[in-house]
Every structure is written in C-alpha cells, then in structure tokens.
C-alpha cells in the first residue's frame, strides 16, 4: 500500500489554484473509529469563502474552461480518473481514518469513483448542439447545452469522497467552475481531491476551489451569493429544504439529493435464500453502519413468511463483525460522530416506548469503548405511521412491517415523505415488476437487479433533479438555449 501521509495531512484551503491559510483558524478532525484527532482542518471564513467565489466567478467570464473543447475537458477529467486510481489506497486509507469505511465498502467508496470520472471524460466527448427542423419553419433551431457558470457543491460525510468526485467531474464536463465544500465532518475528502487536481491534472486555476467552513454564515454563502448560478446538494431533507429556500432569493437553478426511507418488499412467493437475506441486511441496514440514503430500512414481509424470516436475519445480524475498519475481517464500522451515536439510540429508545420489540442489537458492542460502534439493530412490531417507520434514523436500524397483500405492501411503501430507492423481491417477475412501478420512488431494484447508468434522485422530500446517468447527468449541470437560423 502506498503511503498515505501524503493525504492524511493538515491542509490549507484550496483557492484560485493556491493553498490559502484559513482565516478563522483550525479545528480538529476526529477519527469516528478510535475518537482520536487525524489531523487540523483549515475552517475558512466568511472572506475565504468570499475569495473562493470571486475566484470561480473570474475563471468562469474570463478563464478558459466554459469555453474549453469538449476534448480539453475530457482529457482532463480522464487525468483526474488516472490519478485517483493510481492513489486509490492512499484514498482507502484516508476513508478508513476519517469516515469509517470498511474494506467491503472500499469499490463504492473508492475505487468506482476513479472509473466515475474516467466515464464522464468519455461522456463529454458526446456533448454537441442538436439541430432541429421545426414542423412548418422556414429555418432551422439550434439547440445548445451551455454550462451554468459558477457552481457551489454542498457534500454529506456518508460517501464523501465518490459524491464530490460526481458531482465535480459532472460539473466540470460541463463546462462550469466550482466551489466545493465538504462536510465539517470529512474535509480531508475533499482537499485530498484538491490537492489531486493541482498536482496532476491540466484544469486551470480557480476552475475548482476547496473550501471547509465551520460556520453557518459562511457556509450560507454558499446558497445566497448572487455570483453563484447553481447549488448541487446532497444532505438530509431539512438542510436540503433550507438549502432551496436560501437560493431561492436569487432563483439560482438547484439540484437536491436527500433523505429516504425506502422500503424493501419480499412477496409471498420468494424464495427466501441465506443469499438473499445476507444481501438485504447489508443494502437495508449494515452499508456504512446504516449511514446510507439509498437503505431499504423499512422490510415489509407477508404474515406467512414473516416469523421465520425475521428469526433468520436475527441470527445474521448476530454474526456481523463490527469494529475498526483497518481490521480486514470486519464487516461494519461505526458511525461517524458521537452525536450521530446518540440519535441512533434515541430513535431507538423511543421506538421501544412506542411499543417496537428489539430482537437484534440495540447497544454498543462489547469491547468496543473507545469509538462510535451500534450494533446491528432489527426492530418489529412496528405499527406504519409510527416515528420509527416515517423518519430516517441514519444508523444499522432495520424495521420490519407486516402486511396483507399486495395492495397493502403498495400502501405502506407509499406512506412516506421520501421516494429515493426500493426493492421488490419475488419469484413471479412480472408481478414483482407490477408491485414495482406502483411505489413512488426514483430507482427500484427488482429481485436485485439495480438500475444502472440511469439518472438517481427521489420523489417527494427526497430531492429535486436527476443527476448521473450518461448524458442526463451532464444536462443537469447545464441550461438549454435554442437559436433559431434562417434557412
């Protein structure tokens, strides 16, 4: 493994293509793992985040990268992919100290991201005007995909690393310029990506900028400056809902990726395999400790199958490894701060009074005091409307409904104010794809079968806009403008 000094490191912010000192001084960046300090993070101030916006803005009217060929872009972009891969154990090491990942998180977390950006520089290739012959015209209409301009990038501690790589080599294809601020929590994320694009890639300077405030005000600058065009947002259904309201003031064009509550539903007719039940508690409860928004938390199980079903996820839930993530044998880390430890066990707790059973988990593990650990949790008896069945608790928590048939499991999918993801399972395809359509949601996977390469993003409080998904990925970072030509 290559070493990783080089981006466990205190770093400057990143700014018009210089590392800046941060005008409000430095704070510590804790390891969830064992709650020791890795490093000091430069908190940028209010004039940081100023500098790092003008900077956008003058590269963007005056720079070279709106108005770059296609083919500038994409070669690029195709440096970034080649030196995130190169320096993807660095990165793994990086994910593992500051934001828990686990080995068997390390190809979602790590390693897609580096082909991610490497699939956006063969995109971008693809960017052209279209021309179209309007029906009884005398011309012709030119139809443009023009970047936005300045883009200010809001990312989560959850996946830090493979959201800011997206977003970013989405936004950049598209021609526009960046401020990037990752989450107080991981914002070695996204200065280690700063510092790989200073050090190995062409894009000019003030194209993209790093900058990781701790304050409110500065962050809101972020969404209320009138020289940012668009706000890209991945985060919780609260902040997302602060996020529009604050860039509403100035109509700037917003992208939102937020909570979900999605539900995971085994038909009467599955087969219910030790596969299948292994797969659904890591995609339903165990990924990144439950700190997923794409988790199907909620299993709903059909009273025939339900007792046994739920008395062998217990028995699976027992033998999940949990600990430090630099251990290879372990298979779920913890959570990432001490007050995301507490809201899990809150939620918990006021499940049970609610008249929710614990039948698996419920604590820290034994053994496990220093760190942020929660078991494996499985709760039934859990009535739809309940707090624990409506709001996203962010932690290993799986709640297991009943239902009565398929209209019944329909409803009590649809009884939430998410719609980000899903799962139907059964034997019968067709009819698992007919349950499937009629759940509000944006992405279903029908007996595992995960859509690819399509565009991500929810109904209801789970976000606003498409983003990734070929070319409709790049189109959301980009206006349409139509010319008209005489013939």
Request: net charge negative.
């Amino acid at each position: 493994m290559a070493d990783a000094r080089p981006l466990l490191d205190s770093y400057e912010l990143y700014i018009d293509g210089r590392w800046v000192e941060p005008g409000s001084g430095r704070y510590d960046d804790i390891s969830p793992a064992t709650e020791a300090t890795i490093a000091q993070a430069p908190d940028a101030s209010v004039a940081d985040v100023d500098a790092a916006i003008s900077a956008a803005h003058r590269a963007f009217d005056s720079g070279p990268w709106a108005n770059a060929s296609v083919e500038d872009r994409s070669r690029c972009l195709d440096q970034l992919g080649n030196a995130l891969m190169e320096r993807a154990d660095e990165f793994f090491a990086l994910s593992q100290a500051e934001w828990g990942c686990t080995a068997n998180e390390r190809v979602i977390q790590i390693d897609g991201p580096a082909f991610m950006a490497m699939n956006t520089a063969e995109l971008t290739l693809q960017l052209d005007d279209q021309q179209i012959s309007p029906f009884g015209a005398a011309g012709t209409t030119l139809l443009r995909h023009e970047p936005q301009g300045v883009v200010s990038i809001l990312t989560p501690w959850n996946f830090p690393h493979s959201l800011n790589v997206m977003k970013v080599s989405r936004a950049l294809a598209a021609g526009n310029t960046i401020v990037l601020k990752p989450s107080p929590l991981t914002p070695l994320a996204g200065l280690a990506l700063a510092r790989i694009i200073d050090e190995h890639t062409d894009i000019p300077p003030g194209v993209v900028n790093v900058v990781t405030p701790t304050s409110v005000e500065a962050s809101k600058l972020l969404t209320t400056d009138p020289r940012i065009d668009m706000v890209s947002f991945t985060g919780s259904s609260l902040v997302g809902r602060q996020v529009m309201a604050a860039a509403g003031a100035t109509m700037k064009r917003i992208l939102l990726e937020c909570g979900g509550k999605s539900a995971g539903i085994f038909l009467d007719d599955v087969d219910v395999t030790d596969e299948l039940l292994e797969r659904f508690l890591f995609d339903g409860c165990s990924l990144h400790a439950g700190q997923a928004c794409i988790l199907q938390s909620r299993l709903l199980l059909p009273e025939r199958i339900h007792d046994s079903v739920v008395d062998r996820l217990v028995e699976l839930a027992r033998c999940v490894k949990v600990g430090n993530p630099t251990d290879l044998d372990v298979q779920m880390g913890p959570l990432i701060s001490r007050t995301q430890l507490e809201r899990v066990e809150a939620h918990v707790a006021a499940a049970v009074d609610d008249g929710a059973t614990v039948v698996a988990g419920g604590r820290r593990p034994s053994g496990l005091d220093q760190g942020f650990y929660y078991e494996p949790t499985i709760l039934t008896g859990v009535a739809p409307d309940s707090t624990i069945a409506q709001e996203e608790v962010f932690g290993p928590v799986l709640t297991v409904l009943r239902y009565r048939d398929d209209d019944d499991a329909v409803a009590i999918a649809n009884n939430s104010q998410y719609g980000l993801s899903g799962a139907v399972w059964g034997a019968d395809v067709d009819r698992a794809v007919a349950v499937a359509r009629r759940v509000r949601t944006g992405q279903i996977a029908v007996n595992g079968c995960i859509p690819g390469d399509a565009p991500f993003g929810g109904f209801k409080q789970s976000g606003l806009g498409r983003e990734g998904g070929g070319l409709p990925g790049l189109y959301s970072y980009m206006e349409q403008k139509a010319i008209g030509i005489p013939a």
